[in-house]
């Protein structure tokens, strides 16, 4: 459920809600308590929508990202969290696990570091004639090397994970960072 949704949400059940400064304010009937409780459990969402653009300070500042792209992450993150416990299922610190699990992947789709078809990911040696195991990023590795299916995967989740701490999200399982 994204910041726009919740907006909506808030002015169908008679709520106000604007932006002073970095505060949420929140004007309405008492009646629409809960709506405005998923509004402050949800700030981030609803202050991006709110917030003018270019009014976060260095959103899109980081090395390495264009613009927007960071915003862009941390955006997602939290409708992930939100779309993960919505249902009241899910914990928050769960549905943060999973979200955040969803964004490493996403990550290394769209920047993950691909190699020449001979290479095996795992070890980076030649494949040659060997059986090969292919991964699908279009990445390869020797398939009778359990290690080496193993070592890529430890291998590209460290970098989607350090990308993602890097521009401002935090790991939610402590040592997710190598």
């Known amino acids: ?14 709520l106000a809600v604007a932006l002073d400064g970095d505060a949420l304010v929140i004007r309405g009937p008492k009646r629409a308590e809960p709506i405005a409780r998923l509004l402050i459990e949800n700030k981030p969402l609803v202050v991006a929508v709110l917030a003018p653009a270019g009014a976060i300070p260095d959103a899109d500042r980081i090395d390495g990202y264009g ?7 941390r955006r997602h993150f939290q409708v992930r969290v939100i779309t993960r416990g ?11 696990r999973l979200a955040f699990g969803d964004l490493v992947v996403e990550w290394h789709r769209l920047h993950g570091e691909r190699l020449p078809e001979w290479q095996c990911a795992g070890c980076d040696e030649p494949i040659g ?11 390869r590795a020797h398939l009778d090397r359990l290690d080496c299916v193993i070592c890529y995967g430890v ?8 990308a993602l701490v890097s521009i401002g999200l935090q790991s939610p399982t402590e040592g997710d960072t190598p």
């Open 67 to 73: 613009p927007g792209e960071a915003t862009w992450w």
């Open 86 to 96: 919505l249902t009241g299922a899910r914990p928050r610190a769960e549905a943060e």
């Open 129 to 139: 004639g060997l059986p090969a195991l292919d991964l699908g990023n279009g990445n």
């Open 1 to 14: 459920m994204e910041g726009m949704i919740l907006l909506r949400q808030a002015r169908e059940a008679g």
């Open 155 to 162: 291998r590209w989740r460290g970098a989607a994970t350090r």
